[in-house]
């Protein structure tokens, strides 16, 4: 009889672990994520979108995904060599660079927008240095407020996914696959693409769709350095709600 209580309690206390998680879950994410979806599909709200305007969510949309597919991929284009130089090299400062790479995620949107405004603005240091080398009298780069702008600030946001997902990834890989790869015929280029890209894929796939969710739901970058007329989705609602106080299209 001892040995089945000490047996029973085990299973009950493993029991309790995972009730305890699924409690929290049912109680804080399913329920208000089940209240929206019975709000979005009750009559109440279509009956009060009978006047919308549609369009004003789908310019948004379509904005929104263009600019988090370009963003994605300027980042994984800078991304992969950096990756690529900090997982194979060694050389003096390397961590010191490596540590500062990370340091722009964890910057507050303001601080990143003024930084971004300063540099390539009408009045900032770039087309002043410009304007004072070859005499302009009009600004030489006019980023501001255009999507330029909008994929720098994000490449420069999101660089350190790329560089700590992937490289830490790649410098796990074994180097003897490529070397063997090339000793039998291999170019650099074959070796990468049918080697080592598809060993590295689960990373950069992670990677990947973690830079597009950060751009994709980006609101401080696009609300400071964006066109006001072409707005994501996130900033079209804030716009709705305190600019023109149309709660419904919001």
Known sequence: MKTSKRQQNPSLQ?????????AFMLAFFYRPLITIFSLIFSPEFFSSSVGLNFSKTVQPLLFTLKQAALSTLFTLLIGLPIAYLFSHFQFPGRKLLQTLTFIP??????VVAAAFSALIG??????LALAEIFGLKTQALQWQGSLTAIILAHVFYNLSLIVRIVGSAWSRLNPRLGQ????????PLRSFFEITLPLLAPALTGALLLVFLFDFTSFGVILMLGNPTQPTLEVAVYQQALYYFNLPQA
């Open 105 to 110: 995620f964890i910057l507050p949107t303001v």
């Open 122 to 127: 009408p009045r900032g240091w770039i087309n």
């Open 14 to 22: 493993a029991t309790l672990l995972w009730l305890l998680p699924l």
């Open 180 to 187: 063997a790869a090339r000793s039998l015929g291999a170019t």
